[in-house]
């Protein structure tokens, strides 16, 4: 205020970090943001705010940020401004001379779970209809695809089941793979309010994170179990519901398929998914996980939270259909204060895969080949779509190696830094010849473009996001985009270019295109959202004010489906050569490859990426507190320095992953999901050894 003056005007708008999605009042004096205030009316924070979201204001304005299009023949070539006119002309021509050379299937693009999702509808829509295939992708892919799987095949639709109130009614919370205090911070103080309000609390994590004893909150039960064992963890959880005679019958007869439960219930009560028998395997003492068992089923209202502890996992999908398993198996399911709630990391995360951004599925999660679903499209988009699903951002990159796949249209992704096996990302970026990088900055991913399209910020620009909750909150426009257009009208730009036609000229045309395609958006307007503030899908005309809690009297899908899960070991293995398991995570300061809050007066707070190690694990290499340390896996090397704590457990180190000084992920590998290719990000065997320094 001192430096900026007081505020003349106030616009209610959406924080653009987590899937908490709190609501914000932009304090403005003309077209400069004084301040961020958490709004007291925001049904997702209800007030409250982290250290990120009130300074988030501060990367609009950063001079770091690319306002003019620039273009470049060859990588090795300087960077020339052009105007827009020319950058969208140069990159239309390329990708269609692509098209021409290589087929129609050697191009697509990257939607982005930061960006609207007006904007991820119509990204996905240019690639369907324009491009004419559907190498359409998201960077949801490399955080909750194994939600989307594994939530749709068990309970019909790929959401988390509960609104955030329903917290207040949790007796029994179970958090697996998450860390809410630096995730999901907003979402994190409610819960430990409902657990100093005498909820208890149950932590299945490798680490000791904040939650399992923090200031007037500690765990029931703390499970520190061996990285890559979820699916044993779970699956013995409900061993032990099963053969104590601790299900819900009556909800299981009345909800689910009876046949598939005795199929399921004769495989977990073989005796090799007991506590007993799976202790050595997950290293988690049988007594601690027969207890936890007993009380998630036992001990009232059972909630399940988690994270990307729980998806980035060879086996994240089936881990998913583990955690749905226990939910029905106890009827902890369509009821506030129960469900299963994925916490999402990004804060259009749920929004860009209802959008359609995934290559097998259409806006709305409609297969790809249900030709009815395809219908709809084709008559308003006036083309003829493919029915087979197209390639995921994996298959992209190999597919480029290969010379097969030619050009790629990224908006507001930096997959360089963020994917995994950064060398094999940047070769199938090197062999690309076009890359249109859309961005706030010129990031890792920009140094192999050939296009740089300048993006826009939360702040420039109207749309939506929708919530870890499902909740759709309105993004207003508090100030005019400084690189002239918002992210829509780029890929409009683009998408005319290449003979489009579109003429949109506000993102609430684009949200009516949605709620006319998509039954679960039917409902929603910008009107409505105006007058309620926010809604949760599905909203339509059985649900005009939108659905806090799903699947109340029955699953989308009919009947719940509960999935045998068989555990099986990532190929990720240890021995003399990396002896030591990694896994990754966030601070609370940061968020994601820091790009944004490393450029805003947080990073005051921040500190570098660290490797946690164990005090045994670090006697042993002569470690000692603040010494660098080089970190090695077969997929590369990466130096940092070392912060000795028994949170993590020995034979087990942790870092995050918000600095490209350290970029992490050079030594994170190629294993993936079975059903996702979400990157198995928290399992890779490492080594550790005293170092110089980067
Ligand atoms: Fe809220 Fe998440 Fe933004 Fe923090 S980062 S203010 S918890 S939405």
């Not at 205030?37 to 300074?55: D, E, I, L, M, Q």
């Not at 007006?118 to 892919?141: H, S």
């Not at 209802?354 to 599925?361: A, R, V």
Request: a negative charge.
């Amino acid at each position: 205020v001192a430096e900026f003056g007081t505020p003349d005007r106030k616009v209610v708008t959406t924080c653009a970090y987590c899937g908490v999605g709190c609501s914000f009042e932009a304090e403005m004096r003309g077209d400069r943001v004084v301040r961020m205030t958490p709004w007291k009316h925001g049904a997702a924070n209800r007030g409250h705010s982290c250290v990120k979201g009130r300074f988030a204001w501060g990367y609009a304005g950063h001079k770091d940020r690319i306002l003019e299009p620039m273009i470049r023949e060859r990588t090795s070539d300087p960077w020339r401004i052009v105007s827009w006119e020319e950058a969208i002309r140069h990159a239309a021509t390329r990708l269609r001379d692509i098209q021409g050379r290589h087929g129609i299937r050697a191009i697509g693009g990257i939607t982005s779970s930061r960006c609207t999702n007006e904007e991820t509808f119509l990204v996905q829509k240019m690639i369907r209809a324009v491009f004419g295939n559907n190498n359409t992708d998201t960077c949801a892919r490399v955080c909750h695809s194994p939600t989307g799987y594994g939530l749709k095949t068990t309970f019909g639709t790929s959401a988390g089941t509960q609104d955030f109130d329903s917290v207040e009614a949790v007796d029994v919370a179970v958090v697996i793979g998450a860390n809410p205090t630096d995730g999901h911070p907003v979402f994190a103080s409610r819960l430990k309010k409902r657990l100093r309000a005498g909820a208890k609390l149950i932590v299945i994590d490798p680490r000791r994170i904040d939650l399992v004893r923090s200031a007037h909150v500690e765990a029931a039960h703390h499970l520190p179990l061996r990285p890559g064992t979820n699916v044993a963890v779970v699956t013995s959880m409900a061993h032990v519901i099963v053969t104590e005679g601790l299900c819900d019958e009556a909800f299981i007869r009345e909800r689910c398929d009876w046949d598939e439960f005795q199929d399921y219930a004769a495989f977990v009560s073989e005796d090799r998914h007991s506590p007993e028998a799976t202790e050595a395997l997950t290293g988690v003492p049988a007594a601690d996980l027969r207890a936890a068992a007993r009380l998630y089923a036992t001990g009232g209202n059972g909630a399940i939270y988690y994270g990307l502890g729980v998806t980035e996992h060879s086996q994240g999908s089936t881990t998913v259909m583990g955690i749905a398993n226990l939910a029905m198996l106890t009827g902890n399911i369509g009821r506030p204060g129960v469900g299963v709630n994925p916490l999402r990391g990004q804060n259009n995360v749920q929004g860009s895969c209802d959008m359609g951004s995934f290559p097998h599925e259409l806006p709305g999660y409609r297969h790809v080949s249900d030709d009815g679903a395809r219908e709809v499209f084709e008559k308003l988009w006036g083309r003829q779509l493919e029915r087979e699903p197209g390639l995921r951002i994996p298959n992209m990159l190999d597919a480029a190696v290969d010379g097969t796949f030619k050009g790629i249209y990224i908006q507001g992704e930096d997959i360089l830094q963020s994917d995994p096996d950064t060398r094999h990302v940047a070769a199938g970026l090197a062999a690309m010849d076009c890359v249109i990088v859309q961005d706030l900055f010129l990031n890792e991913t920009a140094n192999h473009a050939h296009v740089f399209l300048p993006g826009s910020t939360f702040l420039e620009k109207d749309g939506t996001f929708t919530n870890a909750e499902r909740r759709i909150n309105r993004v207003r426009e508090v100030m005019k985009p400084r690189n002239g257009y918002a992210d829509w009208e780029v890929t409009q730009l683009l998408a005319n270019a290449m003979g489009a036609g579109w003429a949109y000229t506000h993102p609430s045309q684009i949200m009516a295109e949605i709620a006319a395609t998509t039954p679960s958006f039917a409902g929603v307007s910008y009107d409505l959202l105006d007058r309620l503030g926010s809604v949760q899908w599905p909203c339509n005309e059985d649900h005009p004010a939108g659905s806090p809690i799903m699947h109340v009297d029955g699953f989308v899908r009919g009947r719940g489906k509960l999935v045998v899960t068989e555990y099986v070991a990532t190929d990720e293995k240890t021995g003399p050569r990396f002896p030591l398991l990694l896994t990754t995570g966030r601070i609370l300061s940061q968020y994601n490859v820091g790009a944004q809050t490393r450029r805003t007066a947080n990073s005051l707070w921040h500190e570098e990426d660290r490797l946690e190690i164990h005090p045994q694990d670090a006697e042993t290499r002569g470690v000692t507190e603040g010494d660098w340390v080089r970190l090695a896996s077969r997929a590369g090397e990466t130096s940092l320095r070392a912060t000795i704590t028994d949170r993590v457990m020995p034979g087990v180190v942790y870092t995050t992953f918000h600095h490209p000084d350290t970029q992490a992920n050079v030594v994170t590998t190629d294993h993936s999901d079975w059903a996702t290719n979400c990157p198995e990000y928290k399992v890779t065997a490492v080594q550790v050894a005293l170092s110089n320094g980067p």
